[in-house]
C-alpha cells in the first residue's frame, strides 16, 4: 500500500461452471464481462455427474451415454456466447462443486464463477445447491451469480 490507497490484483484467468440452464448462462455472461475488463483467460468448466447421482445439466438423471454429447454441446454454445475471449474449455465428471474447486486449483484460476438456480428451500434440503457446497468448499475467491 502506497500512499493511502490500497492496489487490487487484476484476475489473470477466471473459471466459470455451465451446464446448459439459466443460472450458468447469467454466470458465463457475468465471468466474460469481468475477463474482458481484466484481460484475463476465461476457463470455461462443464462437470459430468456420476451416473448414479442427479444432472445438473437439467435437474434430472441422465444416462451415461449421454453425457459427451450433452457436455461437447453445453461447451460450444458457451464458446459461441463469449466469442472474442480467449478461452479454454473442460470437461470432467465427478460432482459438481468438487470438481470445479479441483479444475481451477488445477488451472490456478484466480476466481471462480457459478450461477445460483433459486430453488427452494426444500429443493435445497433434498438435493443440495452446488452453489451453496460451492461457498462452503471455497479455497479461492468464488463470486456467485444469482
Same mark, same amino acid.
Given at each position: 500500500?502506497?500512499?493511502?490507497?490500497m492496489?487490487?490484483?487484476? =484476475?489473470?484467468?477466471?473459471?466459470?461452471?455451465?451446464?446448459?440452464?439459466?443460472a450458468?448462462?447469467?454466470? %458465463?455472461?457475468?465471468? =466474460?464481462?469481468?475477463?474482458?475488463?481484466?484481460?484475463?483467460?476465461?476457463?470455461?468448466?462443464?462437470?459430468?455427474?456420476?451416473? *448414479?447421482?442427479?444432472?445438473? %445439466? /437439467?435437474?434430472?438423471?441422465?444416462?451415461?451415454?449421454?453425457?459427451?454429447? =450433452? =457436455?461437447?454441446?453445453? %461447451? *460450444?454454445? *458457451?464458446?459461441?456466447?463469449?466469442?472474442?475471449?480467449?478461452?479454454?474449455?473442460?470437461?470432467?465428471?465427478?460432482?459438481? *462443486?468438487?470438481?470445479?474447486?479441483?479444475?481451477?486449483?488445477?488451472?490456478?484460476?484466480?476466481?471462480?464463477?457459478?450461477?445460483?438456480?433459486?430453488?427452494?428451500?426444500?429443493?435445497?434440503?433434498?438435493?443440495?445447491?452446488?452453489?451453496?457446497?460451492?461457498? /462452503?468448499?471455497?479455497?479461492?475467491?468464488?463470486?456467485?451469480v444469482?
Amino acid at each position: 500500500m502506497t500512499g493511502g490507497c490500497m492496489q487490487a490484483e487484476v =484476475a489473470q484467468s477466471i473459471l466459470v461452471g455451465v451446464d446448459g440452464s439459466e443460472a450458468s448462462n447469467r454466470a %458465463l455472461t457475468t465471468a =466474460a464481462h469481468l475477463a474482458r475488463l481484466a484481460g484475463a483467460r476465461l476457463l470455461i468448466a462443464h462437470v459430468e455427474a456420476p451416473a *448414479a447421482y442427479p444432472s445438473e %445439466l /437439467h435437474g434430472m438423471v441422465t444416462e451415461r451415454k449421454q453425457f459427451p454429447a =450433452a =457436455a461437447q454441446r453445453a %461447451l *460450444a454454445l *458457451a464458446r459461441q456466447q463469449v466469442a472474442g475471449i480467449e478461452t479454454e474449455g473442460n470437461c470432467c465428471e465427478g460432482f459438481v *462443486a468438487e470438481s470445479l474447486e479441483e479444475k481451477a486449483a488445477e488451472r490456478k484460476a484466480d476466481l471462480l464463477v457459478v450461477g445460483k438456480h433459486g430453488r427452494s428451500a426444500v429443493h435445497r434440503l433434498l438435493m443440495g445447491s452446488v452453489a451453496d457446497r460451492q461457498a /462452503h468448499i471455497a479455497q479461492r475467491p468464488l463470486l456467485i451469480v444469482p
